[in-house]
């Protein structure tokens, strides 16, 4: 019976080797399909006796090179995905909030030592109103500071425009349904459009909220309700008593919209219709 292996062929008459390039040999394993009931496991001197190496030591360094060739394979489709700069936008844009709000508490801390009348209360002001503040009263380094804040949160607008734009592009059904900013961020902490595609409207509805989860399960706190999707009005302007319901609809819906997107990357119209149709119903229901 002929087995095929990455390096060769073996069967009663012998064996035939395939040479030793590692780029050759990279495209013979990745089309091979051997079933696991008919495989039938050798060790290296199979490929020595089909002349395509000497020693244990050469067929060690070939196999290495051979799946080298095979990774850098992979990570280049990987990145080659629809959505893999949408994910870096979205993590930029994480990174940025995180930097402008450790700026903006230490720009605050610094002018309060400087002006001891800036007390609590503008510190609980809205930040652009509270940088403001200390921008028309600062002088020297902690000036430059407060522009340089102001500086980062224009970036940081800007981006977020971008990354709504591209995820309208990357998830049309999936945006159309709770926004690009919002359906960016569930791609981010799923991890990638395949993965999210995979996912249960179940998972959906609570992604973003695992510190709540863990906590119900190891507490037994109240379980949560909902995740990212909060972010959404359709969720967070929900009553209280239809939250719930509101949150359960609209992530089947997204669970179904981010197969479309996948498997699809175009709008369906007819679907968004229904879906929309559904998700407002979910809000008035008694």
């Given at each position: 019976m002929l087995q095929r292996y990455w390096f060769g062929e073996i069967d009663e008459g012998g064996c035939r080797g395939a040479g030793t390039d590692p780029a050759a040999l990279a495209e013979r394993a990745a089309a091979l399909r051997t079933g696991m009931e008919s495989y039938v496991p050798i060790d290296w001197e199979a490929a020595r006796d089909c002349g395509v190496v000497r020693t244990r030591e050469e067929y060690v360094d070939l196999l290495r090179s051979v799946c080298t060739v095979l990774a850098r394979q992979?990570?280049?489709?990987?990145?080659?995905?629809?959505?893999?700069?949408l994910l870096q936008m979205v993590?930029?844009?994480?990174?940025?909030?995180?930097?402008?709000?450790l700026l903006s508490e230490r720009a605050a801390e610094w002018y309060q030592?400087?002006?001891?009348?800036?007390?609590?209360?503008?510190?609980?002001?809205?930040?652009?109103?509270?940088?403001?503040?200390?921008?028309?009263?600062?002088?020297?380094g902690l000036s430059d500071v407060a522009d340089e804040i102001e500086r980062l949160a224009g970036?940081?607008?800007?981006?977020?425009?971008?990354?709504?734009?591209?995820?309208?592009?990357?998830?049309p059904n999936t945006s159309a349904l709770i926004g690009g900013l919002v359906a960016a961020r569930l791609l981010s902490r799923a991890g990638g459009l395949a993965?999210?595609?995979?996912?249960?409207?179940?998972?959906?509805?609570?992604?973003?909220?695992?510190?709540?989860?863990?906590?119900?399960?190891?507490?037994?706190?109240?379980?949560?309700?909902?995740?990212?999707?909060?972010?959404?009005?359709?969720?967070?302007n929900a009553p209280k008593d239809v939250r719930g319901r509101v949150a359960r609809v609209l992530s089947a819906k997204l669970a179904i919209a981010a197969r479309l997107d996948y498997y699809r990357g175009e709008a369906v119209p007819e679907f968004l219709e229904g879906a929309q149709a559904r998700i407002d119903e979910a809000g008035v229901e008694a």
């Open positions: 992979k990570i280049a489709r990987a990145y080659q995905g629809r959505d893999v700069e993590r930029m844009l994480d990174e940025l909030d995180n930097v402008i709000n030592v400087t002006n001891p009348s800036f007390s609590r209360k503008y510190r609980s002001l809205p930040a652009k109103k509270m940088l403001g503040i200390v921008r028309k009263g600062a002088r020297g970036t940081r607008t800007r981006l977020m425009r971008e990354v709504s734009a591209r995820a309208d592009e990357v998830m993965t999210l595609a995979r996912m249960p409207g179940s998972t959906i509805q609570v992604l973003g909220s695992e510190r709540a989860l863990f906590s119900h399960l190891r507490g037994g706190t109240p379980p949560p309700k909902h995740g990212i999707i909060f972010q959404h009005r359709r969720v967070h």
